[in-house]
């Protein structure tokens, strides 16, 4: 017996996809240590928090006491959604599948070390570090990324030539290059990886964010706004300093 299906009127189909996810990184299993200091959080940008998809990363915390309904309940209270949760032993697995939750398992953070790049001319510098970052997986974006647009870079760089607007997203497993004005949201090392960061031309961003610590505009410094920035991780701190 065949069976027939009807392309035009498939239900649904499954793609592929790189969405950007909140991480929390629990450090301590203490629900009262954890609501106090996410309600200290949420009072200083209360529009971030809202309705925002979060997976609980438990590597740190993973134990038979680990209360992860009473965690899920705190997130909720305060307007976040847990999705999922990564890391931890079976238990956790089998929590995270009880409770409705989907469950990944813990990611090593991926670190690089940068090979000395020779003296060259510029003529010949360009086109060489062009194929570099393609054949590493990266992505070079020539043109303005609007509003609502999303470009992202899954295994390299992120190279932009160009303007990232308000209300845009780039993302990267590596570091981020705008060269343009940077309005948008800019998230380096979005798979852990700290050896990143985020480099531009003229500092107006949104949101700036390396390996899950980020800042928001408001957190800025206003001297650096409109400069010529780096923003990189050091000792889980966020530094942004003018170039």
């Known amino acids: ?21 909140t991480v929390m990184e629990l450090s301590s ?5 954890v609501e ?10 209360p529009a971030f928090f809202q309705h925002t998809p979060v997976v609980l990363s438990v590597e740190k915390v993973d134990g038979p006491n680990l209360a992860l309904e009473r965690l899920c309940a705190i997130c909720r209270s305060h307007k976040l959604l ?5 890391g931890g032993g079976e238990s956790a697995k089998q929590s995270a599948w009880a409770l409705g ?8 953070a991926r670190t690089h070390t940068l090979a000395p790049v020779p003296d060259a001319e510029p003529a010949v510098a360009e086109p060489v570090a062009a194929e570099t970052l393609v054949a590493h997986g990266g992505r070079v974006y020539r043109g303005t990324v609007r509003s609502g647009q999303q470009i992202s870079a899954p295994e390299g760089d992120l190279v932009v030539v160009g303007a ?17 004005p940077l309005r948008g949201r800019a998230l380096a090392g979005i798979h852990g990886d700290t050896d990143v960061g985020v480099f531009c031309h003229e500092l107006h961003a949104e949101l700036l964010s390396v390996s899950g610590n980020y800042k ?10 409109g400069k010529a920035i780096q923003v990189y991780l050091e000792k889980d ?3 942004i300093e003018a170039l």
Do not use: C
């Not at 299993?29 to 240590?33: C, D, G, V």
């Not at 928001?216 to 706004?225: G, N, T």
């Open 237 to 239: 701190h966020l530094h």
């Open 216 to 225: 928001r505009l408001e957190d800025i410094d206003p001297v650096l706004l």
């Open 101 to 108: 939750l989907g469950w990944f398992p813990p990611v090593e």
């Open 82 to 86: 847990p999705v999922a949760v990564r």
């Open 164 to 180: 990232v607007n308000a209300g845009a997203e780039i993302l990267a497993a590596g570091s981020i290059h705008v060269y343009g």
């Open 1 to 21: 017996m065949s069976l027939n299906v009807d392309r035009e009127n498939t239900a649904f189909t499954f793609k592929g996809g790189m969405l950007p996810m």
């Open 36 to 45: 106090a200091q996410l309600s200290g959080k949420v009072s200083q940008s």
């Open 29 to 33: 299993a203490n629900p009262e240590e």
